[in-house]
């Protein structure tokens, strides 16, 4: 593409058609970048950092609390992989339910929220169960009979589960994946409840229904030419309802208050109101906000994770190596290419967000230009949007948490391969 703006703009320049070029798309750090870059540049680690910003964080909270329509809210652990960022939010969601994907992160969880509810958001191979149940230390106050839900979403799994808790001796609590529309996983058909829940009914000494699960990031993804959103979502609390009343007519026993009615996530849901049969949505993304979920739903959440990374050259003009002509001639067709800049890293999976106008030179991996609006010198940080937090939150160390523009803590983030003995 800006290959083809380039061939273009030389083309149109000698044909005298100058009033066609780019416009300058640069500006200087704002207020809050400045501050945030010169507290940086002051105290911060000279490497590339994950930064959080706590107050975005709380205001995002409490639009989130805001929008729960009386339904419960579950943090998700994966798209907010901190012990202590989950504590923050169930902090100030008042809220301590989570959901974890990861079987080291389940005991951690455990060990250090002894009050944690905890939800698994994906089905686990049972050595995964089996894992967990080893390493769980006894002596602690969570208690995995009632505060732990494992997924389930197949007989077969489930006949393992209860093969486990029978060799251990204990009570596991059985969620049911249910597939509302992704078909990422779970139930498929209705008439597969009926032999589990019976499975489930028959040994309570082992197994107990906690609830249903149904994940819907389907919805309003689809094109519309294909199925608009409103109908996607119809489908999706058509099925739920179809699962809820399965249980009714089967074991109306197990149909009371305390069953979890989880789905939803960041983009939808505020899609689910009154007229919805979830009873808790699980939200991780939107509360950090990061530019894959820039999206009218979530409009008034603010971005509140930035990476910052240092800039170690800086210098006027476009050096391409063996090319400086054309350099010089690319610079006087667009001005977004008068200034280069190399970084420190940490660009991948991210979008360029401060100063504006940072653009990747497409015939120069690494070299990152912009318009002489842009007063970045070596050592400014640039700043940049991860695309998402999945995964991007743990490729830089410790988190950064900012108030005011200064950092305030560090927080680790979880170990992927970490292991509670
Ligand atoms: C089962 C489940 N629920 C909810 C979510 C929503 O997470 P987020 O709010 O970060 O989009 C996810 C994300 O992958 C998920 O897998």
Known sequence: MQRRHFLFGLAAASAGGFLLRPDDRGAPHDAYFTALNESLKAGGPGRPVLIVDLDRLERNCKRLT??????????????????????????????????????????????????????????????????????????????????????????????????????????????????????????????????????????????????????????????????????????????????????????????????????????????????????????????????????????????????????????DGLHLPGAEAVGKVWTVWDRNRQRSFFIYGGSGSASYTSPQGLTDNPEYEGMINASRAVHLEVDDYIFLRPNQSEGVFLQFGDLALVRNGRIEAWWPVFNPGHEVS
């Open 66 to 315: 805001q929008s729960l329509n009386g339904k419960q809210y579950r943090v998700v652990a994966k798209s907010m992989p901190s012990a202590g960022l989950i504590a923050h939010v169930m902090q100030h969601t008042g809220f301590t339910r989570v959901m974890s994907f990861h079987q080291p992160f389940v005991n951690l969880l455990a060990k250090d929220m002894p009050r944690a509810d905890i939800l698994l958001g994906k089905p686990m191979p049972v050595q995964a169960a089996a894992t967990f149940y080893r390493r769980f230390d006894t002596a602690g106050s969570f208690d995995p009979r009632s505060q732990l839900q494992w997924l389930i979403d197949t007989p077969d799994r489930l006949a393992q589960y209860q093969q486990l808790a029978r060799t251990l001796g204990a009570q596991v609590r059985i969620n049911v994946e249910i597939d509302v529309g992704l078909h990422r996983g779970g139930l498929t058909a209705v008439e597969q409840l009926p032999p589990m829940l019976a499975t489930i009914a028959a040994d309570p000494r082992h197994l107990s229904f906690a609830g249903f699960m149904g994940y819907d990031a389907h919805v309003g993804r689809i094109p519309p030419l294909i199925e608009s959103r409103d109908a996607s979502l119809a489908k999706v609390l058509n099925t739920y309802h179809s699962y809820i009343d399965c249980v009714r007519a089967n074991q109306p026993a197990m149909m009371n208050d305390a069953l979890v009615l989880n789905g939803a996530g960041s983009p939808t849901f505020r899609l689910h109101g009154k007229d919805s049969p979830l009873n808790e949505v699980s939200v991780g993304s939107a509360l950090v906000k990061p530019a894959d979920y820039d999206l009218e739903l979530l409009a008034d959440f603010e971005p509140a994770s930035f990476i910052a990374t240092p800039v170690i050259k800086a210098w």
